[in-house]
Each structure stands twice: as C-alpha cells, then as structure tokens.
C-alpha cells in the first residue's frame, strides 16, 4: 500500500456503514465472529487472502477492487439513469450568465423546481435523477445572473433536492457537495442555511460521521431560533433540524442525546400541527414519533420501535406524512421486526412500501440490504420473494 492509500480494514468499515450494518451483521453473513471483523477493520488481521477479499465485497455489494483501493462502483447498485449526468452537472463551473434583463427567477423555474420536489416527495427518485442536471444548470445560471434572495432560495432547494436523493441513492459522498455547496449559497441566511442544513446532516450521518452532523444540525436549529422566524417556516425547520440532530446522536449509540434532542423537537411539534410547507418539507407530531421508530432502530431497540410505529401508523399525522416519508420509515419498521425476529410482518412493511413507492424500495441500497436480510432469515413470505425476483436478488444475494 503506497502512502496516502486508506487501509482495506478502514475501506471494509466504510462501506459496512453506508450499508447501514453492525459488525455482528456483516460477522453473521460472512460465517465469521464479531471480533474477527473488528480486528479486519483496526487492521490487526490482515485481508490477504483475494478469496476472502472477494466474499466480503460479495456482502458489501462492492467491487473487490474497491476494497484494495481501486475505486469502482458498487457491485449491485441500481445503475440510474442521470446520477453520471447529476456527478457532471455538480462539477460545472462554466456555465454562462444570464442576460442582464433575466436575473429575475422565472415562472417557469419556480415551477419546475416545485416539480422536482413533488417528484421527490412522492419516492418518484429516478424522475427525479432525470430533472434535476438540467435544473441545476438553470437554477445556477439564474442566480449568478444576480436575482437576489429568490434566485437564492431556488438553488438552495434545488440543492436540498440533489442532495436528498442523493443520499436515498447511496451516494453520501456527492450528496455531501451538493448539500455543503447548498450552505454556501445561502450565504448566512438563516432560513435558508437551516433548509441547508437538513440534507448536510443526513448526508454526513450517512458517512458515518454523526458527531459532525450533530453539529451542524444543532447550529442551525440554534441560529434560526435566534432570528426569532415567527413564520411557519421558523418551527418548522427548527423541529426539523432537531429531528435530524436526534438521528444523528442515535447512529453514535447516543441514547441520551437522541432523547434529548427528540424531545425538543416533540415540542415545537406541538405548536406547529404537522404543517406540510410545499416548499421546505413538513414536520409535526407524526414527523417525530416516526424519527422516533428510527432512532430506536439505529439504537438497536426493536421493541421499542415495534411498539412506536405501531402506535404511529394508525394516526391522522402518519396518513398526512408525504409518500417519501412513509416509505422510508416502513423500511426502519422492517428493520425494527427483523431485530426481534418477525420476519413476516418485516416483510409486510417491505410490501407495503413497495406498493406505495416501488423507487423507495427497489432502488435504496438499504432498502435492498434489508430484503436480503428477510430472504435470508427463511421461507421469504410471497411478497419478498416477488421482490427479490423484481430487483434481481437471487436467494444467494439475498443471503449474501
């Protein structure tokens, strides 16, 4: 290994992370101890054998070049139509200004953007991979033509949205640029700083780095409660934000803070009354009894969680939550059944989910992690083994 080269240990715990798992889970489907994993990823037991390098990338769903450093995509990842397009139009910077007469933000964007993120609220991910290269180059082309804050604030959503799916896509790093060029853009607002922040921490959560989306969540939630946003949006993105720093603090193994933190956000859900804003997302009760499923689930209390989505999915709220919403967390139930062992009704969740927003599931790579875990607990019920078939599990990847 030549220096500067991130050791295969450390590349093996990276790419557990992103694929959302413990090392007692890739120790279980690899047939080896959690301490044998621990000491491949500390690099006290060395990968040198190409055979075992092979059946871990196998697990991990990545090239075994990957793991020894050559970069490659992952093996087994959707391969959507506009993410190459989505990377180039992330590494544009000569696109030409708008005509002086033109600085103003269009009709026209402003309703193309409120396409997108209808797209994007209703797990419709590869429309919405396919809109958002050509967006982004007019959204920008806008703003550097000079239109003010409402130029500002369509390429900071048009950056929220890249960065959002992005990260559904398992694409944490890129969407980490999209959101952080999100931030700068805003330029100190802090309402739309705070719109930037939600997309940065879930981008930075799913890197594995949740004390650092702590931070970041926390010190916009701050900052707008500061500028004393009286407006619908100031709650709003605030309970957001706290939500957001409560995943965050869970995907540490912090009970306390996530606790903490969900009840600040329980809070000013009380006020609000899940207000949907079109343009900033919604948050309410049903928003935090959900994160709430999540947290627990990141914390590895499937009991816990069991009884909270349960208890959520039979309110007026969870019914209001958009289409995106429900999906994901129908994914954090069935990974809260698989935790206590009920493979069935983790499979009912998966179903369900599917059937309200196949993209969700079929193209999320924890979403197809989680199928491959309740294929490989035993007789699939029907509706995962259709699943399977449909996003090209065989029972062998399902048990990888």
């Not at 197809?368 to 449909?390: N, Q, Y």
Request: proline content about 4%.
């Amino acid at each position: 290994m030549t220096s500067g080269e991130v050791p295969v240990g450390r590349r093996v715990a990276q790419w557990r992370i992103r694929r959302r798992m413990t090392q007692q889970m890739l120790a279980d489907r690899l047939g080896k101890s959690k301490s044998w994993v621990d000491k491949v990823e500390r690099g006290v037991r060395s990968l040198d054998r190409f055979s075992v390098i092979q059946d871990v990338a196998r697990v991990l769903r990545v090239e075994p070049a990957t793991l020894v450093g050559r970069e490659s995509r992952p093996a087994g990842s959707v391969d959507v139509e506009g993410v190459e397009g989505l990377r180039a139009a992330l590494a544009r910077y000569d696109l030409p200004r708008a005509a002086t007469g033109s600085a103003a933000p269009t009709p026209d964007l402003g309703r193309r953007v409120e396409h997108a993120w209808s797209a994007y609220q209703h797990a419709r991910h590869a429309q919405v991979m396919r809109l958002v290269p050509d967006l982004l180059d007019a959204a920008r082309r806008a703003h550097a033509a000079g239109g003010g804050h409402g130029t500002t604030g369509l390429l900071v959503r048009v950056y929220r949205i890249t960065a959002s799916v992005l990260v559904k896509l398992g694409e944490p790093d890129v969407a980490w640029l999209a959101a952080d060029r999100a931030v700068a853009v805003a330029a100190g607002d802090p309402g739309w700083t705070a719109v930037a922040a939600v997309p940065l921490g879930q981008a930075l959560r799913a890197t594995g780095r949740g004390r650092l989306a702590t931070m970041v969540t926390i010190a916009a939630a701050n900052r707008i409660a500061a500028a004393h946003d009286r407006s619908s949006a100031g709650p709003t993105l605030g309970g957001t934000l706290w939500v957001e720093a409560a995943l965050a603090a869970a995907s540490c193994g912090d009970a306390h803070s996530a606790a903490e933190w969900l009840g600040l956000a329980a809070e000013i859900a009380g006020r609000v009354d899940d207000r949907h804003d079109p343009h900033l997302g919604g948050f309410g009760p049903a928003t935090v009894q959900v994160a709430h499923v999540a947290a627990a689930v990141e914390l590895g209390d499937g009991g816990e969680a069991v009884a909270r989505h349960e208890a959520v999915i039979g309110t007026d709220g969870w019914r209001r939550l958009p289409v995106e919403h429900r999906a994901a967390h129908l994914v954090d139930a069935a990974r809260a059944y698989l935790q206590i062992g009920d493979l069935l009704r983790a499979g009912r969740a998966l179903t369900e989910a599917d059937r309200i927003a196949p993209d969700e599931i079929r193209m999320r790579p924890l979403a197809r992690t989680v199928i491959g875990e309740v294929a490989r607990g035993g007789p699939a019920p029907a509706g995962v083994s259709h699943l399977t078939t449909a996003i090209g599990l065989t029972r062998r990847a399902g048990q990888a």
